[in-house]
């Protein structure tokens, strides 16, 4: 690509087909269907995680070594790393919980971490970058006021991820504005900010402004999370297992 952007292409492209792969398989797997099963060594399970984990040093380093040599080999490399991070991600629940949950609901968080995943690939692939560093043109901006707007957009997004609004703060990144709207408007119930300026048990608790902030979540955000999981479950399958510390995984 005459953009130089064709070892993130790769990696785009890798990242949601070593996805997809993975959940049919693992899907495959939990329905025990024909040859399908689990990585074992005696009586340890092998999660995908380690071979994601191989693969991403393989790819990164790789790619280090022949950035400056070869295109081609350095897209190669971007694919690998690409299928890495898409294994990692997959069980990224599983590092965040210390505990196998993947077919729990808190395994819907690794769903979230590669959606986030490939969408902010592909606003890099647009040519978009995160908190306005560039000048359309791709010169990088060198002024204070370039600096000075880098910084308010970072407090932006920090404000707007502590409100709870993930998705907001995730691309808001890209598209500065939805930072300010994420940042001015009134935090999710259960977010940090919530729990520091008005929910019960902050300094200053106020009923009325989290009692505004439970309805928002009723009326809005709850379809949305409905419409959200519906999709995920299509993609990944449903998380409805009980604890896998009561059950053998997948």
């Not at 340890?44 to 393989?58: D, E, K, Q, R, Y």
């Not at 210390?98 to 819907?108: F, Q, S």
């Not at 297992?241 to 997948?250: I, Q």
Request: with cysteine; hydrophobic share 50%; charged share 20%.
């Amino acid at each position: 690509m005459e953009t130089g952007r064709l070892p993130l292409f790769c990696f785009f492209v890798a990242l949601i087909v070593a996805f997809v792969f993975t959940r049919i398989n693992v899907r495959l797997i939990r329905a025990k269907i024909g040859w399908f099963g689990n990585v074992s060594v005696g009586d340890m399970h092998i999660h995908h995680v380690v071979f994601g984990v191989v693969l991403t040093m393989l790819g990164g380093v790789s790619g280090l070594l022949v950035s400056g040599v070869s295109q081609g080999w350095y897209a190669l490399t971007a694919a690998v790393f690409g299928v890495g991070a898409a294994l990692i991600l997959d069980e990224f629940a599983l590092i965040l919980h210390l505990h196998d949950v993947y077919w729990e609901e808190e395994g819907r968080t690794s769903v979230d971490a590669v959606f986030i995943a490939i969408a902010v690939t592909g606003l890099l692939l647009l040519g978009l970058r995160p908190l306005g560093w560039e000048r359309p043109d791709g010169t990088p901006q060198g002024t204070w006021l370039a600096v000075g707007f880098l910084v308010l957009n970072l407090m932006l997004a920090v404000v707007t991820l502590l409100k709870g609004k993930i998705w907001t703060g995730m691309v808001g990144l890209f598209v500065p504005l939805l930072l300010i709207v994420g940042a001015l408007r009134l935090a999710r119930p259960g977010s940090p900010w919530a729990h520091w300026f008005f929910a019960p048990g902050s300094r200053r608790p106020r009923p009325w402004k989290l009692a505004r902030a439970q309805r928002r979540e009723e009326r809005w955000r709850r379809p949305a999370i409905k419409v959200k999981i519906a999709f995920q479950e299509f993609v990944s399958g449903r998380h409805d297992l009980p604890s896998s510390r009561l059950r053998p995984r997948r």
